[in-house]
């Protein structure tokens, strides 16, 4: 595995919508482990294709309960609302509020091109909206009701950036 580079706002791999994967190729699979390996490295909880600079439809996240790889995700059903801080790895030492639904079905295929179907609430269900949203090149700088202070503990954030990189 291999960390790799994230790249940040006003790069236009970010702003576009990422194309959806035809195959799990050894690569996505490479892909995938390089993007647990970077997300880990900058304890983030999610992570998605474009932030490392590649346009395929591909997220990687864990909010605690073990990694999880979507590949070509898509949302199919979403219920209540709920407005939250998010951070994003692409952001640096942003914090914003956003309104997003509580509870979220996603289908898609797994990093074995399985498909898969997950219900989830909570903050595993903001992330699977947020890191989704990075596939239609949608950022939450697009969707910020208002920005937020937060105190950052880099161990324990939902994303915490590493300083000068
Ligand atoms: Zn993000």
Redesign the pocket.
């Known amino acids: 595995m291999a960390k790799l580079p994230v790249v940040t706002v006003g790069d236009p791999v970010l702003e576009q919508p990422a194309a959806e994967v035809p195959k799990i190729t050894k690569k996505v699979s490479k892909l995938i482990d390089d993007m647990l390996e970077t997300m880990y490295e900058a304890n983030g909880i999610?992570?998605?294709a474009p932030?490392v600079g590649v346009s395929q439809r591909i997220v990687v996240l864990d909010v605690g309960e073990g990694p999880v790889a979507l590949v070509n995700p898509v949302i199919v059903d979403a219920e209540g609302e709920d407005i939250d801080v998010?951070?994003?790895?692409?952001?640096p030492q942003r914090w914003v509020y956003v309104k997003r639904a509580t509870a979220v079905e996603v289908m898609g295929l797994n990093e074995k091109g399985k498909p898969v179907r997950i219900k989830a609430d909570g903050l595993y269900a903001r992330a699977l909206q947020?890191?989704i949203?990075?596939l239609d090149g949608v950022?939450?700088l697009d969707r910020m009701l208002a920005e937020a202070e937060v105190e950052v503990e880099p161990t324990d954030s939902e994303?915490a950036p590493e300083e000068g990189e």
């Open positions: 999610g992570l998605a932030q998010e951070g994003c790895l692409s952001i947020h890191e949203d990075h950022l939450m994303t």
